[in-house]
């Protein structure tokens, strides 16, 4: 199966679950900002949730499918078009040959994933083939989606079954991200640490893949906002010393000597994946345990929202 | 026994060593890794070594073991079997296009280019963590006469294999980026590439001498 990228869309990417393991390296983990929906538009397709699809951010591609395939767009609200007519995101779409899917502009939310039966077969880079494009690996030649690309879908199963996901995924911009608290919260005054969990952030325009630049009256550090350089997760809220707040991303660096007020649960990486430049979010903080909690609930709400249609 | 790592978000756990010297810190810290990433615990996604610190970062869902944590917590450890890293020689042309923050270097230390160079070559670097963008070494052991802090605005565009000073630090990078640190000199060596294994040349606890070509 072969497609051809008609326009690329904002910026688009080949990701998949990304390739952890490769910090000691000064490689970023990469893969898709929203696990969750990427994970659940393979299903959609029958393919392993790991298996790679396209990132689509704020504005979408369209592609033109050589050969008859089965996709799935799944994440945030975007206007999909099939040959001219509208079509349903969040469940399985066959596609005929010579079809042209538009994906558009984005209503609600930043990202969605197309995934493709059979996923997106591009050479994996140190395990993986999400596209890591400040380091020129993974994806296409280590880039975004350019126009006159053409992507094949590797093998897949002959059956296909029909299926469904209840819209899990999205962006809700009054709903609390939550957090929990440090490694270094210590390293800023109380009056900061106050103002972090009660503030209204703007996202910045200026977020990408690396980090999600936040808005706000800069907070105040205790002491030096620099430390000895140590190893970051994704998620991680780090403070330079300028006080405004930049929450990591999958292509962020590996390690960072900035001081880092909290670190967002891995249950709501999605919420950040899905804020917009221009939307407010506010943080709140949570235990380790509550975190962890949070983080089964959204499993088991991922694989129960799946609803076989035949 | 006192706990002394912590919890980063809920899936990765922290451990930091209070050393004084910021090698003797490393030195631990990489010890301490290796004892980690020895276990081929499947639940362990990275273990990520920084200047005086590890981060274990597990799957998501996946609890700590018991072997782990007692590691994080061992108070002492034996890092006299610390050279099992390996050598490696960077030739660098120093000065010129080649280490256009060469004169300020020395300016700043009070040397001549000539002492700052000398100062460069005489001492035996450690790979203390890799960091920044891929294969970028934080080498430990810079002479503290030609330490310097970065430049106030970055440069845009770094060229490749640019050999650097960044405060305490010397480091060489890999690949264009933008970049703070003061650049004396370059190297032809590649540092990454993404289809070797391991991609960096240079691993943590590596030795490194840089010579003039």
Redesign the interface.
């Known amino acids: 199966m072969t497609m051809r990228v008609v326009s690329p869309g904002a910026f688009t990417t080949i990701q998949d679950l990304g390739r952890?393991?490769?910090?000691?390296?000064?490689?970023p983990?990469s893969g898709a900002m929203d696990q969750p929906a990427l994970r659940a538009a393979n299903l959609l397709v029958g393919n392993a949730e790991s298996t790679a699809a396209l990132e689509i951010t704020l504005n979408g591609p369209l592609i033109e499918f050589v050969d008859a395939a089965a996709v799935a767009v799944v994440g945030a609200l975007f206007e999909v078009e099939l040959d001219g007519e509208p079509v349903f995101m969040n469940e399985t779409l066959p596609v005929q040959a010579g079809s042209v899917l538009r994906i558009g502009k984005a209503r609600a939310g930043c990202r969605a994933y197309l995934a493709v039966r059979g996923g997106i077969d591009v050479p994996a880079?140190?395990g993986s083939r999400s596209t890591y494009a400040?380091?020129?690996?993974g994806g296409p030649r280590g880039r975004a989606l350019q126009t006159h690309d053409f992507l094949r879908a590797g093998p897949a199963a002959s059956h296909l079954a029909m299926r469904r996901i209840k819209p899990i995924v999205g962006s809700n911009p009054t709903e609390a991200v939550r957090?929990?608290p440090?490694?270094q919260e210590n390293a800023f005054t109380a009056r900061a640490l106050e103002k972090f969990w009660a503030t209204e952030f703007r996202v910045s325009p200026r977020s990408d893949r690396a980090g999600m630049r936040l808005e706000c009256e800069p907070l105040a550090h205790a002491g030096s906002a620099d430390l000895?350089?140590?190893?970051?997760?994704t998620?991680?809220v780090q403070v330079p010393g300028d006080g405004l707040p930049i929450v990591l991303g999958p292509d962020g660096?590996?390690?960072?000597g900035y001081v880092?007020i909290a670190?967002?649960?891995?249950?709501d990486l999605p919420v950040i994946a899905q804020a917009r430049p221009g939307d407010t979010l506010r943080f709140v903080p949570v235990d380790?345990e509550r975190?962890?909690s949070a983080?089964?609930d959204r499993?088991r709400a991922l694989f129960e929202s799946i609803e076989e249609l035949e | 026994m006192t706990q002394r790592w912590r919890w980063v978000g809920d899936r990765a756990l922290l451990r930091t060593f209070a050393e004084v010297d910021v090698i003797d810190a490393n030195r631990a810290a990489l010890a301490c890794r290796g004892e980690v990433v020895a276990l081929a615990l499947p639940d362990v996604e990275d273990v990520v070594p920084g200047a005086r610190s590890v981060l274990i970062v597990m799957r998501p869902g996946a609890e700590p073991s018991g072997d782990v944590l007692e590691i994080l917590d061992a108070d002492a450890r034996d890092t006299r079997s610390g050279r099992a890293g390996r050598d490696h020689q960077i030739p660098v042309r120093y000065g010129g296009d080649d280490g256009p923050d060469l004169a300020d270097v020395a300016r700043l230390s009070k040397l001549s280019p000539a002492q700052v160079v000398a100062a460069h070559q005489a001492a035996e670097y450690v790979v203390g963590f890799i960091g920044f963008a891929p294969g970028f070494p934080y080498l430990l052991g810079l002479d503290p006469s030609i330490a310097t802090p970065r430049l106030e605005t970055p440069r845009v565009r770094v060229p490749p294999g640019s050999v650097g000073i960044g405060g305490g630090y010397a480091g060489i990078y890999p690949a264009a980026t933008p970049g703070g640190w003061r650049l004396i000199g370059r190297t032809d060596v590649a540092l990454f590439d993404p289809l070797r294994d391991p991609p960096a040349l240079l691993s943590p606890g590596d030795r490194v001498r840089f010579v003039a070509r």
């Open positions: 952890p393991g490769w910090a000691s390296s000064g490689v983990p880079v140190l400040p380091g020129g690996i957090a929990v440090g490694p000895d350089p140590e190893g970051v997760v998620g991680a660096p590996a390690t960072g880092k670190t967002v649960i891995t249950a380790v975190a962890r983080w089964r499993e």
